[in-house]
């Protein structure tokens, strides 16, 4: 059974930070591309940051310079280190496995980031 299970979010002020965390389990965690996703109601869910196996990574422009993604393989882990939080990064927050050869993605149920005074 694949399960994805992010952790770590919460409520800050502006200018704060948090660090997001996922494991995922029962996947072949070399074979999926990791990343986390964010949404608010009414809106499309939006890439925020990607890495993969070898640690090539991809950033939102609107996060470039203030939030960071990194990759435990051996703990089958990703994390996503959040610095100078603005009230527009308020949203759910997604970890998704990405297997980009079969074409197959595991979305964990998410985890809520409210930056606000």
């Known amino acids: 059974q694949v399960r994805v299970v992010e952790s770590g979010g919460g409520s800050v002020q502006p200018g704060g930070s948090l660090r997001l965390s996922c494991v995922a389990s029962?996947?072949?965690?070399?074979?999926?591309?990791m990343g986390w996703y964010r949404q608010n109601p009414g809106t499309d869910r939006e890439l925020v940051a990607v890495?993969?196996?070898?640690?090539?990574?991809t950033l939102a422009d609107s996060v470039k310079g203030r939030f960071t993604i990194s990759r435990d393989n051996s703990r089958n882990t990703i994390h996503l280190q959040m610095n100078s939080l603005k009230p527009e990064d308020t949203a759910v927050y997604y970890c998704?496995?990405?297997?980009?050869?079969?074409?197959?993605?595991?979305w964990g149920p998410g985890t809520q980031v409210t930056v606000s005074s």
């Open positions: 029962g996947i072949l965690f070399s074979d999926y591309v």
């Open positions: 998704v496995a990405r297997n980009p050869v079969v074409f197959l993605n595991y």
């Open positions: 890495i993969s196996w070898g640690g090539t990574i």
